[in-house]
C-alpha cells in the first residue's frame, strides 16, 4: 500500500540555518502531497502541498519540490526562526476506490531552532 | 470566518466507559474526517464523512463510530474504553476531501485510566 517516510528527528538547528526535511513516498498513481506542521499543544495546519510531478509549493519561506523520478517531496528553508519550532508531517493523498478520502501520513519530524 | 471547533479539549475517563467528542467544521465545509494521534503509531485515520454519510473507514475496531448532522458537524464515539485509547483525537474540515487539503482543530486529549 501507499506510504510516506520521513526523516527521522529531533532536528536542532541554529536561527537562520538552512533547513531540509526529506520525504519520500510510495504510492500507485500520482498522489498529491503535502506538508503540513503541529506547533506544540494546537493540531495540525497545512503547509503547503503539490499536485503533480514537478509542482513547488511553497508557504511562509518553506518549499518543496514533488519530484516523481525520486519519489521525494523534501521540505526546505532557507533561514529557520525560533518560531519554526514545531513538528512537521509530510503526507500523500490515498488515491484507493479511486477518491482522496485519507491522508497517508510519515510520523514527523520534530524540529527545535535555537537563539 | 470561524475554525474548527472540537469540543472538550481535555477528557479523563475511566476503562469500559464510553466517550462522544464533537467536532464543528468550517463553514460550508461538507467533509470531516477523524484522527487518532498517538506517539508511537502517529496520525492513524478513523473516518470520514460527507453530508452525513461515512465514505470512508480505518482499521479501528467497531467501538469506533461516528455520525454526522445536517449542519455538517460531527460526532465520534468510542465505547467500552481501554487504556490504548488514550490519544489525542483530532477532527480534520474539508470542502470535499483529503486532497483539497484539511483545516485541523485543536483536538480532543483523551486519557482513559
Known amino acids: 500500500g501507499d506510504s510516506v517516510t520521513q526523516m527521522e528527528g529531533p532536528v536542532t538547528l541554529s536561527e537562520e540555518a538552512f533547513l531540509t526535511i526529506n520525504c519520500t513516498y510510495t504510492?500507485?498513481?500520482?498522489?498529491?502531497l503535502f506538508w503540513y506542521v503541529q506547533y506544540p499543544g494546537e493540531g495540525l495546519q497545512l503547509l503547503l502541498k503539490?499536485?503533480?510531478a514537478d509542482d513547488k509549493g511553497s508557504n511562509k519561506g518553506f518549499e518543496a519540490t514533488y519530484r516523481k523520478e525520486t519519489t521525494s517531496f523534501h521540505l526546505e528553508k532557507g533561514s529557520v526562526q525560533v518560531s519554526d519550532s514545531a513538528v512537521y508531517f509530510c503526507?500523500?493523498?490515498?488515491?484507493?476506490?479511486?477518491?482522496?478520502?485519507?491522508?497517508?501520513w510519515g510520523l514527523g519530524t520534530s524540529l527545535a531552532v535555537n537563539p | 470566518k470561524a475554525g474548527v471547533t472540537q469540543t472538550p479539549r481535555y477528557l479523563i475517563k475511566t476503562r469500559g466507559q464510553q466517550v462522544t467528542l464533537s467536532c464543528s467544521p468550517i463553514?460550508?465545509?461538507?467533509?470531516v474526517s477523524w484522527y487518532q494521534q498517538t506517539p508511537g503509531q502517529g496520525l492513524q485515520f478513523l473516518f470520514e464523512y460527507f453530508s452525513e454519510t461515512q465514505r470512508n473507514k480505518g482499521n479501528f475496531p467497531g467501538r469506533f463510530s461516528g455520525r454526522q448532522f445536517s449542519n455538517s458537524r460531527s460526532e465520534m464515539n468510542v465505547s467500552t474504553l481501554e487504556l490504548g485509547d488514550s490519544a489525542l483525537y483530532l477532527c480534520?474540515?474539508?470542502?470535499?476531501?483529503?486532497?483539497?487539503?484539511?483545516?485541523f482543530g485543536s483536538g480532543t486529549r483523551l486519557t482513559v485510566v
Open positions: 480534520a474540515s474539508s470542502l470535499a476531501g483529503a486532497a483539497y487539503g484539511y483545516t
Open positions: 503539490a499536485t503533480k
Open positions: 463553514s460550508g465545509h461538507r467533509s
Open positions: 503526507a500523500l493523498s490515498d488515491r484507493n476506490a479511486g477518491n482522496n478520502r485519507k491522508l497517508i
Open positions: 504510492a500507485t498513481g500520482y498522489p498529491s
